[in-house]
């Protein structure tokens, strides 16, 4: 499976962005679907993530409360919406899967190309 990430842009702080990843066949139920970021001159951070068959959902510390995972499995397509933005959320935004839940990227096989996110204070 292929995974293409859309959706980014600039926002205000306080702003919303809602992020796609769309999975270019089927996700099976066995997948985990997880967001990362990455800042420049930053490692690759954990944001997010998704059971695609039970749809348990996982979350830094950072984003609790602000972002929300979601799936659309007739679209193989995940969302992660993300409310009240601050400076500190900008970063290219890229989506991951993997068979094994982890906040390492190390952890997921398969990548998007990342999506830019830039939030203005």
């Known amino acids: 499976v292929q995974l293409q990430a859309s959706g980014g842009g600039l926002v205000q702080a306080g702003g919303s962005l809602r992020l796609s990843c769309a999975a270019s066949?089927?996700?099976?139920?066995?997948?985990?679907v997880a967001w990362f970021r990455q800042a420049p001159g930053k490692e690759r951070e954990f944001v997010s993530a998704?059971?695609?068959?039970?749809?348990?959902?996982y979350y830094d510390d950072s984003v609790r409360g602000r972002f929300i995972i979601s799936k659309a499995s007739a679209e193989n397509t995940v969302y992660l919406q993300m409310n009240n933005l601050k400076p500190d959320d900008a970063a290219v935004y890229y989506c991951a899967a993997g068979i094994h839940y982890g906040t390492t990227h190390r952890v997921y096989d398969t990548w998007g190309q990342g999506t830019l996110v830039t939030v203005s204070s």
């Open positions: 998704i059971r695609w068959g039970s749809g348990i959902r």
């Open positions: 066949g089927r996700i099976y139920s066995s997948k985990i």
